[in-house]
C-alpha cells in the first residue's frame, strides 16, 4: 500500500548539484521522521539525512554543510538537495522513515553519479 518513488538522480560534474525529490502515496509522512539513504554496490545502505515532524533535520558527518533535507507536507514529498557533490557521493539514494518505529517498502532508489 505505501509507496515511496524517489526521483532526480543523474550524472553530473565535481562540485555540481542535483535535488532528490521523494513522493510518498499510502502513507501521511507529516506523521513520520522521514529521512534519506544511500548505497554503494557492495556496501551496505547509509544514513544520509533526516527531518523530523517539526522539520528540524540531522546530517551524516559526511554530507554536513553540503546537503540539505526539507519537506513538503501538502505535497507528501521529501527533498534532498545536494551541492558541492563529491565522486564519493555517487551512489542510489533511497528515502524512508527514520527506522524506528515503521519501516516502509524500499522504492526503486534514484542513481547519483558524480564524475568529471
Known amino acids: 500500500q505505501v509507496q515511496l518513488v524517489e526521483s532526480g538522480g543523474g550524472l553530473v560534474q565535481p562540485g555540481g548539484s542535483l535535488r532528490l525529490s521523494c513522493a510518498a502515496s499510502g502513507t501521511i509522512i507529516s506523521f513520520h521522521t522521514m529521512g534519506w539513504y544511500r548505497q554503494i554496490p557492495g556496501q551496505r545502505r547509509e544514513w544520509v539525512a533526516i527531518i523530523d515532524n517539526n522539520e528540524d533535520t540531522n546530517y551524516a558527518d559526511f554530507v554536513k554543510e553540503r546537503f540539505t533535507i526539507s519537506r513538503d507536507n501538502a505535497k507528501n514529498t521529501v527533498f534532498l538537495q545536494m551541492n558541492s557533490l563529491k565522486p564519493e557521493d555517487t551512489a542510489v539514494y533511497y528515502c524512508?522513515?527514520?527506522?524506528?518505529?515503521?519501516?516502509?517498502?524500499w522504492g526503486q532508489g534514484t542513481q547519483v553519479t558524480v564524475s568529471p
Open positions: 524512508n522513515t527514520d527506522l524506528a518505529e515503521v519501516v516502509f517498502p
